[in-house]
């Protein structure tokens, strides 16, 4: 853990255990609670705390003005650095949440018109479509996953909106190989210390997901540039079918590996991180009854026998509020990973190039420094003047600076039609006495270590 003179003081060598090897305190603590230990740490040892894991120097991040540095005036000085890369790299190769530099920079000017404000007004219909026909199937009193009903019709929304096409047919298989993908993730297995080159379990099990993904995504890009070259569709039919067809400064265009690389980043980040939103806002809003109450009349005062649209959602106030304090409380990403790329100053550390940085929106969101009684969900709490007062790097939940989440408004859009339309066909009960808070485990993702099963019932 951090010293107290953290300017020139360095954290002790980690002791050998009874076999001679690392001790590994940290590692299986970090493992068996992730919350609870980055909690303890930050609690213990302030807004910039270094502590080690295998030998390894960490600094977490919880100090809002830290974090400003690093995500936004300062940027250019970090990159998501090696940690990152190894989850995420044999998975989703240079797309472009591991690319960085001019290349990233030359995907991200690619792929942002597929998320401009015309085109997101464009997304809105469909997106009430494929949620009322996905509820249309449920069934008064039955019980259900409620987590993987999201996963599901989130993946159903973004691949429609990336590539026009209707994929219930794949959905199961590539819903599976991306929760493999993200499971795991989180890791936790001794077994994860070997070397890459060290088969596992795991690791195998990781491939063959990727591998089915891979074969899956060639598939569909492949259909897109056949329909493309036929004359079927044109260019601007949808983000696949731009990103075959744009050409970059110098006339070329993006090589297959690269789009697909693309697509299954935009598979991955455009469905789990707001089906997990989904997922806890509807847990949270059948505990607590009076906030529900209170939307329901929204929706009925706004929106009347109407369904929510585009430019419906926008005057749904509460709703919004409901997200926003969803997303406070439990943050779908729960922390973002960087390091420096030249020796930094940090809160009075001096970090070393290459060193792992965590920056927690975990700990910042749920801090009383910022929010008052921050452990409650209190949607009423974000008025104009607590906004106006509270620190911009204190709710974070899609980063901050150049490389804030390019879909940020598709996914707020999303989940706002989304809970408006399934909340005025049916209340969500919870059946398991199980606090779903206590049961979440650190992927890359802040996600269930179950099934969420919760009850319909038709209103």
Not at 110 to 139: C, N
Not at 155 to 177: F, K, Y
Not at 252 to 270: F, N, P, S, Y
Not at 287 to 315: C, N
């Amino acid at each position: 853990m951090s010293d107290t003179n953290p300017s020139s003081a360095r954290p002790p060598e980690a002791a050998p255990g009874p076999d001679g090897l690392p001790f590994l305190g940290s590692f299986l603590e970090n493992r068996r609670d992730f919350f609870a230990f980055r909690d303890r740490v930050a609690a213990e040892h302030g807004g910039v705390a270094r502590y080690e894991i295998l030998g390894q120097d960490v600094f977490l991040l919880t100090d809002p003005d830290a974090i400003r540095r690093v995500l936004v005036t300062e940027n250019e000085r970090y990159v998501k650095g090696e940690l990152f890369q190894q989850q995420l790299r044999p998975v989703l190769g240079n797309g472009l949440l591991n690319s960085e530099g001019d290349f990233w920079r030359r995907q991200r000017h690619l792929i942002q018109p597929a998320f401009t404000p015309d085109r997101i007004a464009g997304y809105a219909d469909m997106m009430v479509g494929v949620t009322e026909r996905t509820s249309g199937r449920w069934r008064d009193g039955e019980v259900r996953d409620v987590h993987r009903d999201m996963m599901g019709l989130t993946l159903d929304i973004v691949a429609r909106a990336l590539m026009g096409v209707d994929i219930r047919d794949r959905t199961p298989a590539i819903g599976g190989a991306l929760d493999t993908v993200m499971e795991q993730s989180a890791g936790g297995s001794l077994l994860d210390l070997l070397p890459p080159s060290v088969p596992t379990p795991g690791r195998e099990k990781l491939r063959e997901a990727v591998a089915s993904l891979d074969r899956i995504v060639d598939e569909l890009v492949e259909e897109k540039r056949r329909a493309l070259r036929d004359g079927e569709i044109g260019p601007d039919a949808d983000v696949v079918s731009a990103l075959l067809t744009a050409e970059d400064d110098d006339g070329e265009r993006m090589a297959a590996e690269q789009v697909r690389d693309e697509v299954k980043t935009l598979l991955l980040a455009g469905h789990e991180t707001t089906a997990l939103s989904l997922t806890f806002t509807l847990h949270l809003l059948a505990r607590h009854p009076e906030i529900e109450q209170r939307l329901l009349d929204e929706l009925e005062t706004e929106l009347g026998d109407e369904p929510a649209g585009f430019d419906t959602v926008r005057d749904l106030k509460y709703l919004d509020k409901v997200v926003t304090e969803s997303m406070r409380l439990l943050p779908p990403v729960h922390g973002i990973l960087r390091e420096p790329t030249e020796d930094v100053e940090l809160g009075g550390y001096r970090v070393p190039e290459g060193t792992p940085l965590a920056i927690s929106q975990w700990i910042v969101h749920r801090d009383s420094d910022h929010y008052d009684d921050p452990l409650a969900f209190r949607p009423e709490r974000w008025t104009d003047d607590m906004e106006r007062e509270l620190h911009p790097l204190a709710y974070f939940p899609f980063s901050s600076g150049p490389r804030r989440c390019v879909g940020d408004r598709f996914a707020l859009l999303e989940a706002k039609l989304i809970l408006a339309t399934l909340l005025r066909r049916f209340a969500f009960e919870v059946v398991d006495p199980v606090d779903l808070e206590a049961n979440l485990e650190a992927s890359i993702t802040t996600r269930p270590t179950g099934p969420v099963r919760m009850r319909l019932h038709e209103r």
